[in-house]
């Protein structure tokens, strides 16, 4: 079916900063919707972002130029496509931008007319997104798979004040039947350390991805500790039930060639960062790690995943950007075992597919997730359980741009039945 319309405008995200919403439209009248997350600590070769820049609206950040761009430039451009021929109209976008990161149209605004098209196309042809989408993923064979949820409990960084070094501690609950039952076990554990952190004393504020964040936490080992109580507490066993995995983002405190640990007061090397990580792997059941190197450190991210001989899930994330480009580079020089997808990292969602599909062909994993600023859209649930990569990472069970995500996945899976089966997770923990 023909694209008839686009139409953007401008709403809010989870900060109350502005995003593009776009709603693209096809001659018999199916419409797609779709809301445009945004990062905060965003990698540096990431897909451009386009912002005004006018200090008078919103601080600099509004969104009018990239939704002008939408509704002027690009419907002109793509008025009439078939909107099933999502390579076309994906690569026709990349073009008519002209650069090599969306710096002149802007990301965020190719990215809602792609995902927008998409999911009108699956109004039209009257298939849940998941089942429209699972055309892009050569490997599906009839049964999908539902993903680990990686929820994000205690943030750090520069998602929370720098409350700890590590931005991210997250839950994994490898040891679930279901996406039912291991949301059902993070949220009881994420519960359980609301009141752990209640009764020392700790505040129960929590940041951007709905993690709490208490900045008197004595050191960045200190909440696992205080996770692993959790976990106890709700009747699971830690390292089989649900283990743990961080995401430093260290391209955050990476600084005159060294990584500066404010809450610790230390400065260290690639070669001091590697073995504290490493000590960390050895005292926790960690399973995943994901950024712990600044975005152009290869060589530490290398260093990480031999001396952790397959058994830990090394993620580039800035490091790759959903860049088949960069993620080359990583299997090339056997860098990591996994990346983090982000549909907006890289601006269409063909980009996104060949990303996961290049990952997947060189054995690596890939795990969907959002952004710190998020919107109520799910369209990425509905992509990872298309893709069928079986992991998903999306914050806390809190905050309604988070379950929006978690609400979906649990619907698809009652919808599926017998026709959905819960991820297997590929690494071990020391």
Request: net charge negative; glycine share 8%; aromatic share 8%.
């Amino acid at each position: 079916m023909k694209i008839e319309s686009l139409q953007a405008q401008e709403i809010l995200d989870s900060r109350g900063n502005p995003t593009i919403e776009c709603v693209a439209t096809l001659e018999d009248g199916s419409t797609g919707w779709v809301a445009i997350p945004s990062g905060a600590s965003t990698g540096k070769y990431e897909a451009v972002e386009l912002r005004d820049g006018d200090p008078k609206r919103y601080g600099g950040a509004g969104v009018l130029k990239a939704i002008e761009n939408v509704n002027s430039t690009i419907q002109s451009a793509v008025i009439g496509f078939e909107a099933e021929d999502q390579s076309k109209l994906d690569k026709t976008l990349i073009e008519l931008d002209g650069t090599e990161n969306k710096a002149k149209l802007g990301a965020n605004a190719i990215l809602s007319v792609s995902l927008s098209v998409a999911r009108a196309e699956a109004q039209h042809e009257k298939k849940p997104l998941y089942q429209y989408l699972s055309k892009f993923n050569p490997d599906f064979k009839g049964i999908y798979t539902m993903p680990i949820p990686e929820m994000n409990v205690m943030n750090g960084g520069k998602h929370a004040n720098w409350a700890t070094d590590i931005q991210e501690y997250m839950l994994f609950p490898i040891g679930a039947p279901s996406v039912v039952e291991a949301i059902r076990m993070n949220a009881e554990v994420y519960a359980n350390l609301k009141k752990v952190l209640k009764s020392k004393g700790y505040a129960i504020s929590v940041g951007d991805e709905g993690g709490f964040a208490p900045s008197t936490t004595k050191n960045n080992e200190e909440p696992f500790q205080l996770m692993g109580e959790a976990i106890e507490k709700g009747g699971y066993v830690l390292g089989k039930d649900i283990c743990f995995g961080i995401d430093p983002a260290a391209s955050e405190f990476f600084d005159n060639d060294k990584y500066q640990f404010k809450k610790e007061g230390r400065s260290l090397s690639t070669d001091e960062l590697t073995e504290f990580y490493l000590s960390l792997w050895k005292k926790y059941p960690i399973v995943s790690m994901e950024d712990m190197f600044d975005q152009d450190d290869w060589e530490g991210f290398k260093k990480l995943y031999d001396k952790t001989n397959g058994k830990l899930q090394v993620m580039g994330d800035d490091l790759f950007v959903t860049n088949v480009k960069r993620l080359q580079k990583g299997i090339d020089e056997k860098t990591c075992n996994s990346i983090l997808i982000k549909l907006n990292q890289i601006g269409t969602l063909t980009e996104t597919v060949d990303a996961v599909l290049l990952a997947r062909r060189a054995g690596m994993t890939a795990i969907v997730s959002h952004r710190s600023a998020e919107t109520e859209d799910t369209f990425m649930a509905d992509f990872v359980v298309a893709m069928g990569t079986g992991q998903i990472k999306t914050g806390a069970p809190a905050r309604g741009e988070r379950t929006a995500k978690y609400n979906r996945l649990m619907r698809i899976e009652r919808e599926l039945g017998d026709n959905a089966q819960y991820a297997k997770f590929p690494f071990q923990s020391s």
